[in-house]
């Protein structure tokens, strides 16, 4: 089993910025790949980011490009997504996930095998 917590999410202005948190537990966090997806209310969950699980490819959505960074501290089993110039469109929850032994398909939420609970954010115009 893996647990993921996320934290960091809150109320921020427009250009303004926020890091997400995702702390790992119960497995080598170094076997995973790990994503952050965005789910606005009233639509699917959709992908935001990726780190593939040798830390040798990373993945953008287009929309954050960017804005957004994704990075991992493997002493701390914590993967982070630095937000940058923040968008009211970026308003959503934030969610984290991991994916065992992947590289391939991290845009795909059917890639993952572990999620976490969310973590709101939302942008004020």
């Known amino acids: 089993q893996v647990q993921l917590v996320e934290s960091g999410g809150g109320l921020v202005q427009a250009g303004g910025s926020l890091r997400l948190s995702c702390a790992a537990s119960?497995?080598?966090?170094?076997?995973?790949?790990m994503g952050w997806f965005l789910q606005a209310p009233g639509k699917e969950r959709e992908f935001v980011a990726a780190?593939?699980?040798?830390?040798?490819?990373?993945y953008y959505a287009d929309s954050v490009k960017g804005r957004f960074t994704i990075s991992r501290d493997s002493a701390k089993n914590t993967v982070y997504l630095q937000m940058n110039s923040l968008k009211p469109e970026d308003t959503a929850v934030y969610y984290c996930?991991?994916?065992?032994?992947?590289?391939?398909?991290?845009?795909?939420?059917?890639?993952?095998?572990?999620w976490g609970q969310g973590t709101q954010v939302t942008v004020s115009s």
């Open positions: 780190n593939s699980w040798r830390g040798d490819n990373t």
């Open positions: 119960g497995r080598t966090f170094s076997m995973y790949a």
């Open positions: 996930a991991a994916a065992i032994n992947r590289s391939t398909y991290l845009r795909l939420r059917g890639s993952y095998d572990y």
